[in-house]
C-alpha cells in the first residue's frame, strides 16, 4: 500500500474491496433476520429456535457494552457485588416481561437494618446460613419469625420477587455466604441511606439509553443466559 491509497492488483482487485464485498455479502444474509426480529416480540423470538440462536449470537456487542461491566462478559457476575445471570435464581422474577421491565426500568433493592443484639443477630446468621441447605432447626424458624423476616421472604423463606426479597432456601448468595457477610446484610440491610456498612444492590435503567429492540434483544439473551422462567 502507498501512503495515501491502496495498491490494485491484477484486474484491479484489493483487499479492501474484498473486504467490503464480505461484508455485504454478511449483511444480505443477516437483514432478513434483522427485519424479521423487529417485527418480533421477545416471546416469540424465544419460541423459535433459528430466530432464538441468531438473536443471541447477534447481542455480544449490545451485551458487552451495557451488562458485563457488572455481570461479567458470560454473565458470571461479580462475587459480593453484581449477581450472576447464569443461575435460574431472579430476585423480581425470570419471566420475559419481568426481565425486560429490570433491562428498561432498573432495580433498587431494600432490605431495612435490623436493631437486634449479637444473639438474635447471631441466631438469625446461624438461620440463614443452614436454610440455604436445608438443614434450619426450629429455634431458627423462631428467630425468624420473631424478628418479622418472613414480611418480605414470605413464611416459607422462599422469597418474593414483588419486592425482590431473596429465596433463602437455596444456595445462591447476592452478598457472600459467609458468615461475616451474612451477618452484615442481616446487621446493616440493604440499600439504607445513612447506614454505615449497608450492602448496596442497584441496576440502573436502560429505557432511555436503549432502543426498545435493543432492550428486546438483551432480554432474550438473559432469559437464555438463566433459564428464565415462563410466564
Sequence with gaps: PLATDHTKGVIGWTAIGEYKEAVAKNDAIRQPYLDKLETMSAQEIINDPEMLNFANSSTKAL???NCAACHGSNGQGIAGMFPVLLDDDWLFGGTVSDIATSIASGRKGNMPAHDLDD??????????????????????????????CFACHGADAKGNKWMGSANLTDAIWRFGSDRESVMRTIKYGVNQDGVDGTQNGVMPAFGDKL????IKLLTVKVWSLGGGQSE
Excluded: R
Excluded at 438474635?120 to 441447605?133: E, G, H, M, R
Excluded at 432502543?211 to 435493543?214: I, M, Q, T
Design 63 to 65: 451485551f458487552g457494552d
Design 211 to 214: 432502543s426498545e429492540n435493543d
Design 119 to 148: 444473639a438474635q443477630i447471631n441466631l438469625l446468621t446461624d438461620f440463614v446460613i443452614a436454610a440455604s441447605t436445608g438443614q434450619a432447626t426450629q429455634e431458627g424458624w423462631d428467630a425468624y419469625q420473631a424478628a418479622g
